[in-house]
């Protein structure tokens, strides 16, 4: 089976490789028969099912009906309403502007989705799991979001929307982190630093994406600096961090590591 990346690529490239149409087959007839897939394969394979059309040009399946798909339908769905979750704008997605009923739809799931993934995160504050990074980080955005509310005196229903859009990026982060984790078979990765080591896990991951990234959605989360170089792949930031360390480790400067920050 081709790795995460492969398959990432595999998706938009359009020189498909021999094998393209069997692997397609194989990870469809996985899906149709509720096996296990990883969540690469599940976000390989769920963008396809959901471009088959019938003769009459409807859609041949409902992503929503496959369990082993529920976390395609939530990332797809996320991404597609990112800027827009209660569905009040106009919405594209690959056929073309989205008809009513469909949005109602959507932004039900992802209400829907927003209670459930609060609810699950309300006792996973403490502890050391990737879920339990991911409670503590949305916990603190919320209390930096309700802070900035009450000084601008926000309505309640605009508050309640921006909490929606912190949790639901909370569960977006938790997914894309497990996802690389899941394919490198462990869930840290240790490197050595003038005698020091260097921890770097699912804390690291999921802080670096809650503080740093996606600056569209977080207009409540001031004086914060945001990634925008594009050789910082936000999918990739382990792999990143590690070779961003060996370069460092070649540099005289480095005997200067204080052992809590690096300067890049």
Known sequence: MPSRKELNKLYRD????????????NLCSKVFNNEE?????????????????????????KIEDYPNCKNYHFRSRYLRYISDLNGHKEIMDYYGRIPQFQKQKDVAFLQKTYEEWE?????????????NYVAQETDQQLKILDKYAKDLLIGDNYREYLRKTIVLHGKYIYLLVA??????????????LNNHKILIDGFTYVHTMFRHFSSHIKQYQLKKSYHFDTNIGFKEIPTFLIDAIHSYKTLSESILFDQRKIYF
């Not at 609810?119 to 879920?131: A, C, T, V």
């Open 179 to 192: 996802e690389f984790y899941q394919e490198l078979g462990k869930k840290e990765e240790i490197i050595e």
């Open 37 to 61: 897939i990883s969540l690469a394969e599940e976000q390989f394979i769920g963008g396809i099912i959901e471009l088959l059309r019938n003769k009459e040009g409807e859609r041949a399946f």
């Open 119 to 131: 609810e699950h995160l309300n006792d996973k504050k403490n502890g050391f799991q990737l879920e």
């Open 14 to 25: 359009p020189a498909k490789p021999q094998d393209y149409d069997q692997l397609v087959q």
